[in-house]
């Protein structure tokens, strides 16, 4: 099904993902950080750590993990205003998928009685923006674990493994990996994946913009994912160890 000579507008295979950059402890007062780039998208990863939980979950000995998303005004090219007044449905739902992602991979009980909040602030967008933030926002928890275990506030083990995130799509009939904005602006299908590094799924998000799509393409563009989470998790473990927090 895939069409390996398959060209696409920036020179990649269809299989391919844009260069990534990820820049460890880029805010050096929070307790975890990064800047993630996926070709021209570019977001803030940050985790802060509050001796804190929601009242729901006070008195029970477990943490909580936390997002939050927003895009700055001129991220997309014209000014997007700041959610002031209404919150932004869109960046609400993406920073509820963020959180979810990161819980799936946090023992909450080694936490003790601590917040960890995931701040995604997207410089430039264009496209993957909450699966970019999923991968940066693994990078930046785990930095502020390891701050977490060396002061004590935490117990050991609180990462079961890394997690992170890729968008997959069908354009003109092709499946491609890791969708710019021009591509999923004119996708058949667009189809967000988060898995582990052992390969399970946390979050599967999908739809068809046009025609139903097969049990074959839905395969197809798994198995694309799968590619390029591998790729994704090389270099978030490169952004770990470079980081220089102790």
Not at 84 to 96: A, M, N, T
Not at 159 to 175: K, Q
Not at 193 to 213: H, I, Y
Request: charged fraction near 25%; aromatic fraction near 4%.
């Amino acid at each position: 099904m895939a069409r390996t000579n398959f060209q696409r507008q920036d020179g990649r295979r269809f299989d391919a993902i844009r260069p990534v950059r990820i820049t460890p402890d880029f805010v050096r007062t929070a307790a975890g950080s990064c800047l993630i780039e996926m070709g021209e998208t570019r977001v803030i990863c940050t985790a802060s750590i509050e001796q804190d939980v929601p009242p729901w979950r006070a008195e029970t000995g477990e943490g909580w993990v936390t997002a939050e998303y927003g895009m700055l005004p001129a991220s997309t090219g014209g000014r997007k205003k700041r959610p002031l007044l209404k919150p932004d449905s869109r960046g609400v739902e993406i920073q509820r998928l963020i959180g979810r992602v990161l819980r799936g991979v946090v023992r909450l009980d080694r936490l003790g009685e601590h917040t960890i909040t995931l701040d995604c602030d997207v410089l430039q967008a264009d496209g993957g923006t909450r699966t970019a933030s999923i991968t940066g926002a693994y990078v930046a928890l785990a930095r502020a674990v390891r701050v977490g275990q060396a002061e004590g506030r935490f117990a050991r083990g609180v990462l079961r493994e890394p997690v992170a995130a890729v968008s997959v799509g069908i354009v003109n009939g092709t499946p491609l990996l890791d969708l710019c904005y021009v591509e999923d602006s004119s996708a058949d299908v667009d189809l967000n994946v988060a898995m582990t590094r052992s390969g399970k799924f946390v979050e599967l998000q999908g739809t068809s913009e046009g025609e139903p799509f097969a049990e074959e393409q839905l395969h197809e563009m798994i198995r694309l994912a799968k590619k390029g989470v591998r790729a994704l998790f090389r270099a978030q473990q490169d952004a770990i160890r470079k980081g220089v927090k102790t």
